[in-house]
């Protein structure tokens, strides 16, 4: 059974920074794309940034994109997010997510991942 867990959020003031961790278990790690979403209350879930199982740059969010980044430690079996510049509209749940299929399709629809973590909260204030 895979597990994903989040770790590393929390309160940060605007402009401040953190960094989410996801362990992933259960199964290897390397073959499958990793992905955050964020949910704030009210809201759909929405897609934030993907990484391929080969790494590299990772596809990000319009919203996010120049602030936020993510990185994959494969032996490690774990994935980033590296939020800088945060702003109260960041303010949500951030979820980690995995397919069940090996592929090079870099998904951004929260329908395409199969097994999600828990959730961890980030509450950026003005």
């Known amino acids: 059974q895979v597990q994903l867990v989040e770790s590393g959020g929390g309160l940060v003031q605007a402009g401040g920074s953190l960094r989410l961790s996801c362990v992933a278990s259960g199964r290897p790690f390397s073959p499958y794309n990793m992905a955050w979403f964020r949910q704030a209350p009210g809201k759909e879930r929405e897609f934030v940034a993907v990484i391929s199982w080969l790494g590299g740059g990772g596809y990000y969010a319009d919203s996010v994109k120049g602030r936020f980044t993510t990185s994959r430690d494969n032996a490690k079996s774990t994935v980033y997010l590296q939020m800088n510049s945060l702003k109260p509209e960041d303010t949500a749940i951030y979820y980690c997510?995995?397919?069940?299929?090996?592929?090079?399709?870099?998904?951004?629809?929260?329908?395409?991942?199969?097994?999600w973590g828990q959730g961890i909260q980030v509450t950026v204030s003005s």
């Open positions: 997510a995995t397919v069940r299929s090996a592929t090079t399709s870099l998904r951004t629809d929260p329908g395409a991942y199969d097994y």
